[in-house]
């Protein structure tokens, strides 16, 4: 489950345009520009919370936007700061819950907004969500066998999560590779939802790969391009 934090109703907040941060999940940040350096200046003096944000793609190209976020985001603490010579860091962020950022209070020096804390909901009994849970693993697994080097470790640690709500939101964060549909599932609060919507990505992944070892058939993956 998410953690229960009491969180300020104000926070900073990064917006990057390749990351969707979830609850639980552990990100590694380099920190580097000017206005973020601040940023982690001021947190460390305080809560040492702040908010990841996925840069909003479409309003970004409709232009007239400054770094847009998408409305969903995801606020963590710092649980590890390392600051080196030149002025930059690197920190580990492990998220803490889902939050929407309502409305920005400022952008100098860097983007800081109120925020308000999203709470997931379970969506079925216990016993409908462990099978739904146990259905999402055995797809994982499935996967791995087809293609192992696209999961790696991670398959492997997430055979020990029991909680669903947990297992979906650490599998969305490291196993999924399309930002929209990570995008998509960190805003689906329910976890029985959660759970079937990342479930019928596997099954579409998992299609696509055996779709793909079809017509490659014997060439190895060197010498697809002559097949």
Do not use: W
């Amino acid at each position: 489950m998410e953690m229960e934090v009491s969180l300020p109703t104000a926070i900073p907040v990064m917006t990057l345009p390749d990351t969707v941060f979830f609850p639980q999940a552990l990100l590694p940040l380099h920190i580097f520009e000017p206005r973020y350096q601040q940023m982690l200046r001021d947190v460390l003096v305080t809560h040492r919370i702040f908010a990841v944000a996925h840069l909003n793609h479409t309003l970004a190209t409709a232009g007239g936007h400054f770094e847009p976020s998408c409305r969903v985001a995801t606020a963590g603490i710092i649980r590890a700061c390392q600051k080196h010579g030149d002025d930059t860091s690197d920190l580990l962020l492990q998220g803490l819950c889902r939050v929407e950022c309502a409305e920005i209070v400022h952008e100098d020096p860097y983007r800081f907004m109120l925020i308000r804390p999203l709470a997931s909901t379970p969506g079925a009994g216990d016993q409908e969500s462990r099978r739904m849970r146990d259905e999402a693993a055995r797809l994982l697994q499935l996967r791995r066998k087809l293609d192992r080097a696209m999961l790696g470790e991670m398959a492997d640690f997430l055979q020990t999560v029991e909680d669903p709500e947990t297992f979906v939101d650490l599998a969305a964060f490291g196993l999924c590779a399309d930002a929209a549909v990570k995008q998509t599932l960190l805003e689906t609060l329910d976890t029985r939802r959660r759970l079937r919507l990342f479930s019928a990505r596997l099954r579409t992944d998992i299609a696509t790969i055996r779709l793909r070892r079809k017509l490659q058939g014997a060439l190895g993956d060197d010498a697809i391009l002559n097949n």
